[in-house]
């Protein structure tokens, strides 16, 4: 029998995702397209999603100054939607700004029926 939280796509249905779900998608330009669709629908439905494209990488980013933002963006993300840490760096304000609106959303969410 068929999941039905998955779609044909193998994308979870972006209803039945736990609306403490945050995906941050850090794609090389060659791969992001595939995944326009996954993040429009997750947008859509008021998840916490990102999207950052590398231009001239691959899936395996090589190219050291990515690596570092792709490193150093992680550690941020992961930081602040699991333990609420906000970095008091001047330069990534506009970051958390983007975040905090996410999360807000996130909480708002669409009302559910509970079984």
Do not use: C, T
Request: hydrophobic share 40%; aromatic share 14%.
């Amino acid at each position: 029998m068929a999941d039905p939280n998955v779609n044909v796509r193998g994308m979870p249905d972006a209803d039945a995702m736990d609306d403490r779900s945050f995906i941050l998608m850090q794609l090389a330009d060659e791969e992001y397209l595939l995944s326009l669709e996954a993040f429009q629908a997750l947008r859509e439905h008021n998840k916490s999603v990102e999207m950052y494209v590398f231009p001239k990488e691959h899936h395996i980013k090589w190219q050291p100054v990515h690596r570092f933002a792709i490193y150093n963006r992680n550690i941020d993300w992961f930081s602040f939607w699991l333990r609420s840490y906000i970095d008091p760096d001047p330069s990534k304000k506009a970051q958390y700004e983007r975040w905090k609106a996410m999360r807000i959303l996130a909480n708002k969410g669409p009302q559910r029926r509970h079984m």
